[in-house]
Nanobody, 118 residues
Framework: QVQLVESGGGLVQAGGSLRLSCAASGLNFGLYDVGWYRQAPGKQRELVAATAGGTTTYADSVKGRFTISRLNAKYTVYLQMNSLKPEDTAVYYC?????????????WGQGTQVTVSS
């Protein structure tokens, strides 16, 4: 059974940093594109950062502040978040996905809360 388990969320003051981790199991991790999404109250889930085939993508709102990385040997993807702002407050979700015979296969973690106080 595939599991993605996030950790590292919490409460931090504006300007602070957090590092999120997502530990994967039950899948061939190296074959998957991975990313982080977030969802704030009353808003749609949005892409924060993703890495696929050596290409990394960031939301404009986090460029220069957040860094996504992965360690395939540990089946883990990280999100380093610096210079946090109150508008970064959201539940952050880990995602892993790949097409299988042309059909997208997606896995999600349960989410971890990040709260940035002003």
């Amino acid at each position: 059974q595939v599991q993605l388990v996030e950790s590292g969320g919490g409460l931090v003051q504006a300007g602070g940093s957090l590092r999120l981790s997502c530990a994967a199991s039950g899948l061939n991790f190296g074959l998957y594109d991975v990313g982080w999404y977030r969802q704030a109250p009353g808003k749609q889930r949005e892409l924060v950062a993703a890495t696929a085939g050596g290409t990394t993508t960031y939301a404009d709102s986090v460029k220069g502040r957040f860094t996504i990385s992965r360690l395939n040997a540990k089946y883990t993807v990280y999100l380093q978040m610096n210079s946090l702002k109150p508008e970064d407050t959201a539940v952050y979700y880990c995602h892993a996905g790949r097409p299988v015979f042309g059909v997208p296969v997606d896995y999600w973690g349960q989410g971890t809360q990040v709260t940035v106080s002003s």
